[in-house]
């Protein structure tokens, strides 16, 4: 069993350049619930609190989840406000504007969240924050705005940048079509930090952080310019990779990307995988079990995207695991869970339909090791976790096992733990000290 001394040796200093902010906020992963997976452009101000009453009433404001985030579509379309110069929130949708929205849900202890982009239009049409930056910070902090997601569409010409870089497929193809041009990569070691991708998002946080407010900064550039290596000193959390979808296909596709994103991992930064999908689409309830754990063990953001008010006990029983959340907000260990086997093929291969199988970290808040097991299959299969394999616990025979889907302890389980797998569905374990 590791030692709190060894726990400490584990936690991550933040790195020289990360965006580190008052009060802790962007310290550990952003718990929350965004609007767009959901409605889509069908958002108001009923709809908002409604997801922010329900985060209460079903206690998952009491497991830390606190941000309530309006997506796109809030504002009035192809106009600014010809003296401030600032997106007018669209009256219909939230007759006291978003200030009074904000005012609702900060009175239920929650914080609220806002959408633009990095371009003259948000992905909607709708007018963003390109050469508005001071203008929109300064609204969005007077308004009580508390996280902020800045999308990447509508760049101009002028602001594109010189060279593409993504990550593509097992194909070689790149999902979603966030990296269609290829014609002109970048040389090897180039410097993206001088990209004006990179000019655009430092842009908004300087605007950000010249306010009193300390508003979260979710980046949300779909992996391009390289963003792994310059998104911890611009924000908070940054997406890696295009728009999830909610069916198995792209919940695996993005994991498999994300599985090689884990040593970015640590205090006041976060690849973000998008937001959860967990009660939406076709996924199955071994899908929703998968999807949810292996973002928790990622440690990326958990932004709930399913309408609270209707969602079912099993789903709402997953986006509540005690374990994994625990896991996932450790105050002391940083990094997330790490392949350790890749299981359904040779270790390192970059696989959108079979991504690593067997996961493991240690935590302070369990006590002990999670280990994860998924079966990426179509079919039922066995995963079996062996002691010796996992890199937190060799050295002994046995183990003292908690089930953390059930709660049950398992006790002292020798040398290894072997489960029957539905298809893609996850084991999760709490494997704590040698007996």
Not at 53 to 73: A, H, P, Q, R
Not at 180 to 209: H, V
Not at 244 to 272: K, L
Request: net charge negative.
């Amino acid at each position: 069993m590791l030692t709190l001394l060894s726990f400490a040796a584990l936690a991550f200093l933040p790195s020289a350049n990360a965006l580190v902010r008052k009060e802790n906020v962007g310290r550990l992963p952003a718990l929350g619930w965004n609007s767009w997976n959901a409605f889509g452009c069908d958002v108001d101000s009923t709809k908002i609190m409604t997801a922010a009453n329900e985060m209460v009433k079903l206690g998952l404001k009491d497991l830390g989840y606190e941000y309530v985030n309006i997506d796109d579509c809030w504002s009035v379309k192809d106009t600014r406000n010809l003296t401030t110069k600032r997106i007018i929130p669209d009256t219909s949708k939230f007759p006291g504007g978003i200030s009074g929205v904000a005012d609702q849900v900060h009175d239920l202890g929650l914080k609220i969240g806002i959408y633009s982009s990095a371009g003259e239009t948000t992905c909607a049409g709708h007018p963003a924050s390109l050469g508005y930056e001071q203008v929109d910070a300064e609204a969005f902090a007077e308004w009580g705005i508390d996280y902020l997601k800045y999308d990447n569409c509508g760049v101009p010409s002028n602001w594109t940048d010189q060279y593409t870089a993504c990550v593509p497929d097992g194909s070689g193809n790149f999902p979603n079509g966030t990296c269609p041009d290829l014609s002109n990569p970048a040389p090897a070691g180039y410097d993206w930090a001088q990209s004006k991708t990179f000019t655009r998002y430092t842009m908004m946080r300087d605007a950000l952080l010249a306010q009193d407010r300390t508003i979260l900064y979710s980046l949300c550039d779909w992996g391009q310019a390289d963003v792994n290596t310059w998104g911890n000193e611009t924000g908070n959390s940054w997406r890696m990779s295009g728009d999830i979808q909610a069916n198995w296909p792209h919940v695996a596709e993005i994991a498999n990307e994300n599985s090689f994103r884990m040593n970015y991992v640590g205090f006041w930064g976060h690849p973000d995988p998008d937001m959860l999908e967990v009660g939406n689409g076709n996924l199955t309830s071994e899908e929703n079990r998968a999807h949810f754990a292996l973002w928790a063990v990622m440690k990326s953001p958990l932004i709930i995207g399913t309408a609270l008010d209707n969602i079912t006990d099993a789903n709402l029983a997953v986006l509540k695991n005690q374990y994994l959340i625990d896991f996932h907000q450790d105050p002391v260990v940083g990094r997330s869970a790490h392949p350790y086997k890749w299981g359904y093929n040779p270790d390192w291969t970059f696989d959108p339909v079979h991504p690593a199988e067997y996961w493991s970290g240690p935590s302070s808040t369990l006590e002990g090791t999670l280990v994860l097991m998924l079966n990426s299959e179509d079919s039922t299969s066995t995963r079996i976790a062996s002691w010796n394999e996992i890199p937190e616990l060799k050295g002994h025979d046995a183990y003292q096992v908690i089930d953390a889907w059930s709660g049950e302890d398992l006790g002292c389980v020798k040398e290894a733990y072997s489960t029957s797998l539905a298809s893609h569905d996850v084991a999760v374990l709490v494997v704590k000290g040698a007996c």
